[in-house]
């Protein structure tokens, strides 16, 4: 039998019919050389014996295991990360500029560390419960390697232990039948690829396309050491100068930074993503994706799903305190602007590395239901309002390792076609 990758449309089609029909060619060909090679042999030896033939089969387009082209599509199979060994990363400049001045103590104490065991505990209890309620949706979870995070590594650049495997929506993002491997920024998530790679792998396998990134060196001019990180309105006016600390010394891009509307994705210049990483996704997309650069009055910009979180075809939540700065343009291409109610979570609750708002970083099984923080009434409401469905699911320890149900997932398998949603 031949098998063929899955190709699924737009102007690969042809590609595809050519490669079917030169594959099929090449087999037919040689079933010809061999029975006759077979038959004359046969002949020579032993006349009466009979000649077997071999027998092709018509080639079989798998379907490919490996499809999303928007976060609202019916979900089928999604990746969910672990909270096991994850290690608080060492409190380097890039760490700094990403992370709130009151938890600047904790990083001193804890980086190269491993998180305190009875909270981790916790969100690893907390993760399972939610890949439980996931199957009970009818969706397949799978999951990365636990891997031995403390492991100090180094390259000629530079030195650091790594971090954890949590949140595969920073390194992975399928568009269309490819999964696409971020380079990351952090030096502490350099190998986080590694946990995901069997995964990876067997998808390919299954006929996916699989696409990794250029690897950063993740060299001191990448960062700009000098960053002056003092206040929050200190950081305001920086980000709005378009200064941030990650250079243009090389292409880097955390896969969180995009989000997806059929041929349309949005990304934002972040503390982890700048604009050579941006454009080489551009460049790589091309002709049949767009991509659109948006920003946001946000002091601290660093993954786009707890700003700007499109939730169906023109409807997205936008953070009221990090507001959209084009957001004129969506509204002209029709597109409904919905603002979630203020965050329920008290401000004692430890988010060592994300901010109250991970309210609305939630996963969208299909258009009708959502997989939403089971203590935050107020944008169950909301939803309920919207006449979308809300499976409650509780995750506050986990978190607090830096993110909520769209950051601890990449979506791997959504039952649906390609579309533009944005005019």
Same mark, same amino acid.
């Given at each position: 039998?031949?098998?063929?990758?899955?190709?699924?449309?737009?102007?690969?089609?042809?590609?595809?019919?050519?490669?079917?029909?030169?594959?099929?060619? !090449?087999?037919?060909?040689?079933?010809?050389?061999?029975?006759?090679?077979?038959?004359?042999?046969?002949?020579?030896?032993?006349?009466?014996?009979?000649?077997?033939?071999?027998?092709?089969?018509?080639?079989?387009?798998?379907?490919?295991?490996?499809?999303?082209? &928007?976060?609202? /599509?019916? #979900?089928?199979? +999604?990746? +969910?990360?672990?909270?096991? &060994?994850?290690?608080?990363?060492?409190?380097?400049?890039?760490?700094?500029?990403?992370?709130?001045?009151?938890?600047?103590?904790?990083?001193?104490?804890?980086?190269?560390?491993?998180?305190?065991?009875? @909270?981790?505990?916790?969100?690893?209890?907390?993760?399972?419960?939610?890949?439980?309620?996931?199957?009970?949706?009818?969706?397949?979870?799978?999951?990365?390697?636990?891997? /031995?995070?403390?492991?100090?590594?180094?390259?000629? $650049?530079?030195?650091?232990?790594?971090?954890?495997?949590?949140?595969?929506? /920073?390194?992975?993002?399928?568009?269309?039948?490819?999964?696409?491997?971020?380079?990351?920024?952090?030096?502490?998530?350099?190998?986080?690829?590694?946990?995901?790679?069997?995964?990876?792998?067997?998808?390919?396998?299954?006929?996916?396309?699989?696409?990794?990134?250029?690897?950063?060196?993740?060299?001191?001019? *990448?960062?700009?050491?000098?960053?002056?990180?003092?206040?929050?309105? %200190? !950081?305001?006016? #920086?980000?709005?100068?378009?200064?941030?600390?990650?250079?243009? @010394?090389?292409?880097?891009?955390?896969?969180?930074?995009?989000?997806?509307?059929?041929?349309? *994705?949005?990304?934002?210049?972040?503390?982890?993503?700048?604009?050579?990483?941006?454009?080489?996704?551009?460049?790589?997309?091309?002709? $049949?994706?767009?991509?659109?650069?948006?920003?946001?009055?946000?002091?601290?910009?660093? @993954?786009?799903?707890?700003?700007?979180?499109?939730?169906?075809?023109?409807?997205?939540?936008? &953070?009221?305190?990090?507001?959209?700065?084009?957001? %004129?343009?969506?509204?002209?291409?029709?597109?409904?602007?919905?603002?979630?109610?203020?965050?329920?979570?008290?401000?004692?609750?430890?988010?060592?590395?994300?901010?109250?708002?991970?309210?609305? &970083?939630?996963?969208? #099984?299909?258009?009708?239901?959502?997989?939403?923080?089971?203590?935050?009434?107020?944008?169950?409401?909301?939803?309920?309002?919207?006449?979308?469905?809300?499976?409650?699911?509780?995750?506050?320890?986990?978190?607090?390792?830096?993110?909520?149900? @769209?950051?601890?997932?990449? /979506?791997?398998?959504?039952?649906?076609?390609?579309?533009?949603?944005?005019?």
């Amino acid at each position: 039998m031949l098998r063929v990758r899955c190709l699924r449309g737009g102007s690969r089609g042809a590609e595809a019919a050519h490669l079917i029909g030169a594959m099929l060619g !090449r087999a037919v060909t040689g079933w010809v050389q061999r029975t006759f090679q077979s038959t004359s042999s046969a002949a020579a030896a032993h006349s009466h014996r009979a000649v077997e033939e071999e027998h092709v089969t018509e080639p079989v387009q798998q379907e490919c295991p490996v499809c999303a082209y &928007n976060e609202w /599509d019916p #979900l089928e199979e +999604v990746i +969910v990360g672990r909270a096991e &060994n994850a290690q608080v990363p060492p409190f380097t400049v890039e760490v700094k500029a990403n992370t709130y001045e009151k938890y600047w103590p904790f990083y001193q104490q804890y980086g190269g560390q491993s998180f305190p065991a009875d @909270h981790l505990k916790k969100a690893v209890a907390e993760i399972e419960e939610m890949c439980n309620i996931l199957r009970q949706e009818g969706v397949t979870v799978v999951r990365p390697e636990p891997l /031995d995070w403390s492991m100090e590594y180094k390259t000629p $650049d530079f030195q650091s232990s790594g971090m954890y495997a949590a949140m595969p929506r /920073d390194i992975l993002m399928v568009v269309g039948n490819e999964i696409i491997e971020a380079p990351m920024a952090w030096r502490a998530r350099f190998f986080e690829y590694r946990a995901y790679r069997p995964l990876i792998k067997e998808y390919f396998r299954r006929g996916a396309k699989w696409t990794t990134a250029p690897k950063p060196t993740m060299s001191d001019e *990448l960062y700009d050491q000098d960053y002056p990180i003092r206040t929050v309105e %200190d !950081r305001h006016k #920086l980000a709005a100068e378009g200064k941030f600390v990650t250079t243009e @010394h090389e292409p880097c891009f955390d896969a969180a930074d995009f989000i997806r509307a059929g041929r349309d *994705l949005f990304v934002q210049r972040s503390q982890v993503t700048n604009y050579m990483g941006i454009e080489w996704m551009r460049r790589h997309l091309a002709p $049949d994706y767009k991509i659109h650069i948006i920003s946001f009055k946000d002091p601290n910009p660093m @993954h786009i799903d707890a700003t700007f979180n499109i939730i169906g075809p023109g409807l997205v939540l936008s &953070n009221p305190d990090r507001p959209c700065r084009q957001v %004129d343009m969506f509204k002209k291409a029709g597109w409904t602007i919905v603002k979630p109610p203020t965050p329920l979570i008290p401000d004692d609750h430890p988010l060592w590395m994300s901010s109250k708002w991970l309210s609305m &970083n939630v996963l969208m #099984l299909d258009e009708k239901r959502v997989m939403v923080d089971a203590n935050e009434s107020s944008i169950q409401k909301m939803f309920e309002s919207l006449g979308i469905k809300t499976i409650k699911v509780s995750i506050r320890h986990a978190n607090s390792l830096g993110g909520g149900f @769209h950051c601890w997932t990449t /979506d791997v398998r959504r039952r649906g076609t390609l579309q533009s949603y944005f005019h």
